[in-house]
């Protein structure tokens, strides 16, 4: 999820877990707490593309790294705030950052949450990066709670309102995943269209739309499906393409690619470049061919090739917004 949601949430965590005891100074380093998985944001520069997809949400996110992080972060804490209970502190750090992975997996991007153990990185698939339908109400929520004094009712009430409405919106999506995934294997289905597995995401916003994403043995139909609308999404075809990868394919660089899109990737070679293209993520852009949010450029030696350091580009813009919110009308309508 986004950092803003995540101080949201390590805020809210903090009050109602210390906030009549300690006051602001528990909201805030709930906040600080709930975001500190992602700092490893900040060493992926120092690592190859590849590797650094893979680092972002990793061993940082784990439930090892919260157990080993939590008593000295707690301990740290005390001695700045100057408290005698340092088992406070450290059971506010361990509930906001595993709270923050637990929520991380909710994403596509994937989580590794029980690394070193295992390579598995869990993504459920259910919420986008940024929903303004979930974010909105608690930063709403939130910043009236900040106006109460940290001992009155008001703001732990506000609080707990927060993560329950968290708690509650999570289940939601996830049940309109499952909804989604049973109407998407029917359609599939009656429409003879062959697949041996499909991942379903929402579109960045809500979850009002998805990105379809179904595999064959050659490549992948994809489409958009709204939950407001059950006729069959207007699919379209791209091939895998494992091919262009020639020599390629060997390196450990580009099989940490391959493993963290999870085998949902095309390759395309473009003006003499070879791309790697992840397919596993939706944009606005309801109408491009060239709609993906991670592409990695692959060049060089094969035995050690440069990638490209990819950006999500989630063609967020203007234009796009409407027509996505156009979308949306015109299927309500029907």
């Keep these: 999820m986004d950092s803003l949601t995540h101080i949201i949430i390590g805020a809210a965590t903090g009050q109602v877990m210390l906030g009549k005891k300690e006051g602001n100074k528990a909201l805030l380093w709930g906040a600080i707490a709930g975001n500190i998985p992602d700092f490893d944001a900040a060493f992926s520069l120092l690592f190859n593309p590849a590797s650094s997809v893979l680092m972002h949400r990793g061993f940082s996110h784990s439930i090892l790294f919260a157990l080993i992080i939590s008593p000295l972060l707690g301990f740290l804490i005390a001695k700045l705030v100057k408290s005698k209970d340092t088992w406070q502190w450290i059971g506010l750090t361990l509930v906001a950052i595993l709270t923050h992975s637990a929520i991380d997996c909710l994403n596509t991007y994937g989580t590794g949450i029980f690394e070193p153990f295992s390579k598995l990185r869990v993504a459920y698939d259910t919420m986008p990066i940024v929903d303004l339908l979930f974010l909105v109400p608690i930063l709403i929520t939130m910043a009236f709670a900040l106006f109460f004094s940290n001992k009155s009712k008001a703001r732990n009430i506000l609080s707990i309102a927060v993560l329950a409405f968290s708690f509650a919106y999570f289940g939601y999506s996830i049940s309109v995943k499952e909804i989604l995934n049973k109407r998407?294997?029917?359609?599939?289905?009656?429409?003879?269209?062959?697949?041996?597995?499909?991942?379903?995401?929402?579109?960045?916003?809500?979850?009002?739309?998805?990105?379809?994403v179904a595999e064959d043995n050659q490549g992948f139909n994809y489409g958009y499906q709204s939950i407001f609308d059950k006729s069959l999404p207007n699919y379209k075809y791209i091939k895998k393409n494992d091919n262009l990868l020639g020599d390629y394919a060997t390196s450990p660089h580009v099989k940490d690619l391959q493993r963290f899109t999870k085998g949902f990737y095309s390759v395309e070679n473009t003006n003499g470049k070879i791309y790697l293209n992840d397919l596993r993520f939706g944009g606005l852009d309801l109408k491009s061919n060239d709609w993906f949010v991670f592409s990695f450029e692959i060049s060089g030696d094969t035995a050690n090739p440069n990638i490209s350091r990819s950006h999500p580009n989630r063609k967020i813009n203007g234009n796009n917004f409407i027509a996505y919110w156009e979308s949306l009308k015109n299927e309500k309508s029907h």
Excluded: D, H, K, M
């Design 184 to 212: 998407v294997t029917a359609q599939l289905n009656q429409e003879g269209i062959p697949y041996n597995r499909f991942i379903t995401a929402p579109l960045p916003l809500t979850n009002f739309i998805w990105l379809i």
